[in-house]
T-cell receptor, first 116, second 114 residues
Framework: EPEVTQTPSHQVTQMGQEVILRCVPISNHLYFYWYRQILGQKVEFLVS????????KSEIFDDQFSVERPDGSNFTLKIRSTKLEDSAMYFCASTLPRGFGKNIQYFGAGTRLSVL | AQSVTQPDIHITVSEGASLELRCNYS??????LFWYVQSPGQGLQLLLK??????LVQGIKGFEAEFKRSQSSFNLRKPSVHWSDAAEYFC????????????FGAGTTVTVRA
């Protein structure tokens, strides 16, 4: 069964450094998402991406964050200057909507980001 | 805006006993509802979904959920739990008007005792 893959599984970085989290969505999917889960908290929506542009973003997704689909397969989340509070599990998801509301988002296994 | 409430933070159940996890949602239109499971160190796996039609939906691993519009609920059930069901369970509502983004509940951690 096709799956969403994320690399790396764990990223450790120093505060102020840039990080890029990578995702390969399912190949025929059209919508791509990033979510994050701070330890012990709920999964939160960050951003959705469709037709090569951001279609919606949350308040969390400030100017430090950016997303890109550099080629036909990868979908990346960049954090320009990491802060301690960016430490979280970041999940990528993708979906191919099949009519009114009938979408299922498939999630990757996540990248655990630790900012020291 | 949509929201999801999972009232139970932690549930402990004996192996072989039944399990019910509660989920209440707030959403202005027809909700699209999901249950995901997250095992330790793993990603989110879809257990089941409700889009329309039959309000009792069957999922993987023997789980089922019932949509009750009058109660704004989508509770997850399993008649007999296995030790491998120990995990965190998330209820989510999809927002068709906003790129289908998901809003998650805070999750319920299930512990299975022998």
């Amino acid at each position: 069964e096709p799956e969403v893959t994320q690399t790396p599984s764990h990223q450790v970085t120093q505060m102020g450094q840039e990080v890029i989290l990578r995702c390969v969505p399912i190949s025929n999917h059209l919508y791509f998402y990033w979510y994050r889960q701070i330890l012990g908290q709920k999964v939160e929506f960050l951003v959705s991406f469709y037709n090569n542009e951001i279609s919606e973003k949350s308040e969390i997704f400030d100017d430090q964050f950016s997303v890109e689909r550099p080629d036909g397969s990868n979908f990346t989340l960049k954090i320009r200057s990491t802060k301690l509070e960016d430490s979280a599990m970041y999940f990528c998801a993708s979906t191919l909507p099949r009519g009114f509301g009938k979408n299922i988002q498939y999630f990757g296994a996540g990248t655990r980001l630790s900012v020291l | 805006a949509q929201s999801v409430t999972q009232p139970d933070i932690h549930i402990t159940v004996s192996e072989g006993a039944s399990l019910e996890l509660r989920c209440n949602y707030s959403y202005g239109a027809t909700p699209y509802l999901f249950w995901y499971v997250q095992s330790p160190g793993q990603g989110l796996q879809l257990l089941l979904k409700y889009f329309s039609g039959d309000t009792l939906v069957q999922g993987i691993k023997g789980f089922e959920a019932e949509f009750k519009r009058s109660q704004s609920s989508f509770n997850l059930r399993k008649p007999s739990v296995h030790w491998s069901d120990a995990a965190e369970y998330f209820c989510a509502v999809g927002d068709e008007a906003n790129d289908y983004k998901l809003s998650f509940g805070a999750g319920t951690t299930v512990t299975v005792r022998a």
